[in-house]
């Protein structure tokens, strides 16, 4: 099921980039997507994890969630970079994680480091360690909104 479903998502992806649609192309591109995917099964890369099927309609609820909270957080970067006092007050926190999976894990600490004013810079079992550009940043994520958000998305729980 992984590597069917990989076989179609490198294809898909092949004639997006590609554009042309000639019967040679294609057959090429699907070919080139059969043969990326049998060259990872062999080398053992093909897995749940590899390939998250499960996550896929999820990403539909998750992403426009995600980049409301960008666009809420390059907001509050934005006005602090333009006052003239510059109010920030770098923090470490250690995010707690409730994550079930590696791709839970990872979700979260990517998503942590794709809003803006804070950044995952380690990840260990059960917490990330993150620095906030302020206190106020650190204490929204430690509230926990963003890790209940990527549990859901997980679909563990």
Same mark, same amino acid.
């Given at each position: 099921?992984? $590597?069917?479903?990989?076989?179609?998502?490198?294809? $898909?992806?092949?004639?997006?980039?590609?554009?042309?649609?000639?019967?040679?192309?294609?057959?090429?591109?699907? $070919?080139?997507?059969?043969?990326?995917?049998?060259?990872?099964?062999?080398?053992?890369?093909?897995? =749940?994890?590899? =390939?998250?099927?499960?996550?896929?309609?999820?990403?539909?609820?998750?992403?426009?969630?995600?980049?409301?909270?960008?666009?809420?957080?390059?907001?509050?970067?934005?006005?602090?970079?333009?006052?003239?006092?510059?109010?920030?007050?770098?923090?470490?926190?250690?995010?707690?994680?409730?994550?079930?999976?590696?791709?839970?894990?990872?979700?979260?600490?990517?998503?942590?480091?794709?809003?803006?004013?804070?950044?995952?810079?380690?990840?260990?079992?059960?917490?990330?360690?993150? =620095?906030?550009?302020?206190?106020?940043?650190?204490?929204?994520?430690?509230?926990?909104?963003?890790?209940?958000?990527?549990?859901?998305?997980?679909?563990?729980?």
């Amino acid at each position: 099921m992984y $590597a069917l479903s990989s076989i179609l998502v490198l294809f $898909a992806f092949w004639l997006l980039l590609s554009g042309y649609f000639t019967v040679f192309l294609m057959t090429a591109g699907a $070919a080139s997507a059969i043969g990326v995917v049998l060259l990872a099964r062999r080398m053992e890369l093909v897995d =749940h994890e590899g =390939h998250p099927i499960r996550l896929s309609w999820r990403v539909f609820t998750y992403w426009p969630w995600l980049f409301k909270e960008i666009a809420k957080s390059a907001w509050d970067v934005s006005r602090i970079i333009i006052n003239p006092r510059l109010p920030i007050s770098p923090t470490l926190v250690r995010a707690r994680t409730s994550q079930k999976s590696t791709v839970g894990v990872v979700t979260y600490a990517n998503s942590i480091t794709l809003t803006p004013g804070t950044i995952s810079v380690e990840v260990r079992r059960g917490e990330i360690l993150v =620095h906030a550009l302020t206190r106020e940043g650190a204490d929204s994520l430690l509230e926990g909104e963003m890790d209940r958000q990527v549990t859901r998305f997980e679909g563990l729980s």
